[in-house]
């Protein structure tokens, strides 16, 4: 099992940034692929940045070129730096880790087994 905790949302202006994190407990293991999603009300969940073992990384393209994705493996910490935002990003906002140790980089929900609880980020205009 694997415990992940998500923190560092809140409220920012139309512009601003934030940085999530995601600190994950239990039978963490580095070659996992782990991503991050949100949700807002009403829509489905959905994929926007995944990490892969050797940093590779994959982005949706409503947050490409203003979101990055990174982890510290020694720490057992995913981050999320989001950069211009904008409100069509409210949501909350979810880490999680695949199963496989064969990483599969990719950001369908149902690849990843385990989810954090959450960290609402509102973006007000």
Known sequence: ?????ESGGG??????????SCAASGHTDSNRCMGWF????????????????DARTTYST????RFTISRDNIMNTLFLQ???????DTAMYYCAAQERSD???GLAPYTYAYWGQGTQVTVSS
Do not use: D, F, W, Y
């Open 1 to 5: 099992q694997v415990q992940l905790v």
């Open 11 to 20: 409220s920012v202006q139309s512009g601003g940034s934030l940085r999530l």
């Open 38 to 53: 949100r949700q807002a009300p009403g829509k489905e969940r959905q994929g926007i940045a995944s990490i892969g073992a």
């Open 62 to 65: 409503s947050v490409k070129g």
């Open 82 to 88: 989001m950069n211009s935002l904008t409100p069509e």
């Open 103 to 105: 990483c599969l980089i």
